[in-house]
């Protein structure tokens, strides 16, 4: 069973969520404000997070960053009645994963959940023994080597550790090699956000994921083309 913390703290809002959530199958944990939270999550492998922002204690902005400094892979979801243009990219550049606007349709919510759950980095894999190859989750591309099995990234035999979103960021290079990539298009494959923001957030994470695979500067794998967007290539 999924384990979810839903960091909320509108009783009517929890109440909802809660009893929704349980009867699709999911165990629901709550906090009612910011500090709570981020203990919550800070003291329990939970599998996904449902963050309010406007939050007694700690705002959920504030309570992003916190939890995104020990645990880099839990998957974020905002979901707030703060909906403007700005509040969605400081969400997501806060480390969000998805943000859902209030009044919301449950059955978004529910999706987004899944969707969040079927891409994120689990908390323990099943072991692996040397000789078992699962080739069907090798992806490999120049020295660039991804087990989207265990989730292990590895740049000429160099493990690299990502967060959640440089993950998808990255699998979504990797599916699209030797292609330019516009950033409306990232948003949409990264963000699940299918206009555009008129943000640089697209910018900063590929800049994030530069910083851990294209630190050999003779070896860049990551190419900006000017008025396109990005593409992978070989060096």
């Known amino acids: 069973m999924k384990k979810i ?16 959530l349980q009867e699709k199958g999911y165990e629901i944990s709550v906090a009612f404000d910011g500090r709570t939270g981020v203990n919550l999550v800070q003291e329990n492998d939970f599998d ?13 902005l504030d309570v992003c960053k916190e939890i995104r400094k020990t645990n880099k892979h839990v ?25 859902l606007v209030k009044p919301f349709k449950f059955i978004e919510l529910v999706a987004r959940i899944k969707s969040l759950l079927r891409r994120s980095v689990p908390f323990s894999t099943p ?28 740049r000429a035999g160099e493990e690299i550790s990502l967060t959640t979103t440089e993950y998808k960021l990255l699998m979504y290079f990797l599916n699209n090699p030797e292609k330019v990539i516009s950033r409306a298009e990232i948003l949409d494959a990264v963000w699940g956000v299918n206009y555009d923001l008129g943000t640089n957030v697209v ?13 050999y500067d003779d070896k ?15 060096p």
């Open 75 to 99: 998957p974020i979801l905002f979901l707030t009645a703060l909906g403007s243009s700005e509040n969605i990219v400081l969400g997501l550049e806060s480390g969000g994963d998805d943000y």
């Open 203 to 215: 910018d900063v994470y590929v800049n994030y994921l530069r910083k851990k695979i294209d630190h």
């Open 48 to 60: 996904l997070v449902i963050l309010d922002i406007m939050l007694p204690e700690m705002n959920g």
């Open 127 to 154: 072991e692996i023994e040397e000789d078992e190859t699962y080739n069907e989750y090798i992806f490999k591309f120049s020295d660039v080597t991804v087990n989207d099995y265990t989730k292990k990234v590895t």
């Open 5 to 20: 913390v839903l960091i909320e703290d509108e009783t009517s809002v929890v109440s909802f969520i809660k009893k929704g």
């Open 220 to 234: 860049k794998l990551i190419h900006t083309m000017i008025g396109m967007g990005y593409v992978l290539k070989k």
